[in-house]
């Protein structure tokens, strides 16, 4: 089977479904429902007003993914109420990542599960982790996602301590069109973005993964009112409280690309060999001290600038994903011909299962 075989499905369109044979599915023993998300042991469906919506039904075809089909390996993560086990395809002998979050958890946490799978099983984006199939079986939801094989940048900057800026500028282009996607095609705050958040292969890629706590906006005005999120990159505007949107994400980004070209987090604690005493004084740190820049002696002008159009308190003077695409820092080294791959694999060779 190629590649290509396992991508995500194929939206097929279908006449709306028998009302009956509808109910009958809907309170079939072992079906997770959510709003409009339906999951069961076959995989994922997603309904509307009691049809199924004519341009989202997912229907098993002979590519079809099953739990039975892949051997456990070992487990590479947790976190987000879940674990994440590092699985192997028994046909093909391709590597994947299965999520398995148990459903024992508070209804807000299993709201922001559904949204995740919405959002992933729609998304399909070369910057943007795949998810392939969702399964809700034995009480756990089961989510078979592309497996990344260099771990996080968290994982890599403990390696590195500190990465370049030519490399970082190709990261950054990366997640910059990732982010793209994500505001401008998806219409979708991530919320959550950190270095652990950001996925690296062998190949060079770099992906935006979790997307348990993002939202899909219904409106179009790119504002969103709720409060959830990592807290040492919140953006000022979140942490008060108030409307927030794309360019939450910014600060967000901003912030990422300053811990990674320096190795410590951008803001220190008022006793550093105490560390924070809780997280609000972290969060009336971000409030109330200056944005944190790069330091010019240490760092080109065009990163700093970089750094500056995304760390502005006032969301309104950051720039967009797609403004700071033209920005000169991201292609101020595209005559070195940087290559990701050999620099990811140098510092973390790949497993030797591949």
Known sequence: MNKGALAPKLKLSLPPPDEVALSKFLT???????????????GIRIISDKHVETSTVIKPTDNQLSLADFE???????????????????????????KVIQMNIEESIRRHIAQELRINQSSQCPYVVICYEAFFDNGAISIILEYMDGGSLQDFLKIVKRIPEPYLAAICKQVLKGLWYLHHEKHIIHRDLKPSNLLINHRGDVKITD???????????????????????????????????????????????????????????????EGWDNVYELMETIVDQPEPCAPPDQFSPEFCSFI???????????????????????????????????????VRPPPATF
């Open 308 to 346: 500056s159009k995304c760390v502005q308190k006032d969301p309104k003077k950051r720039l967009s994903a797609n403004e700071l695409m033209r920005h000169p820092f991201i292609s101020m080294y595209d005559h070195l011909d940087i290559d990701l791959a050999s620099y990811f694999t140098a």
């Open 72 to 98: 456990y390996v070992k487990v590479i993560g947790k976190g987000n109420g879940g674990v994440v086990r590092l699985v192997q395809h028994k046909w093909t002998a391709q590597f994947f990542a299965l």
């Open 28 to 42: 079939q023993s072992g079906t997770f429902k959510d709003g409009d998300l339906l999951v069961n042991k076959d």
């Open 211 to 273: 997307f348990g706590v993002s939202v899909v906006l219904a409106s179009t005005s790119g504002a969103a009112n709720t409060f959830v999120g990592t807290y040492n990159y919140m953006s000022p505007e979140r942490i008060e409280g108030g409307s927030h949107g794309y360019r939450s994400d910014i600060w967000s980004l901003g912030l990422v690309l300053l811990e990674c070209a320096t190795g410590d987090f951008p803001y220190t604690p008022p006793r550093p060999e």
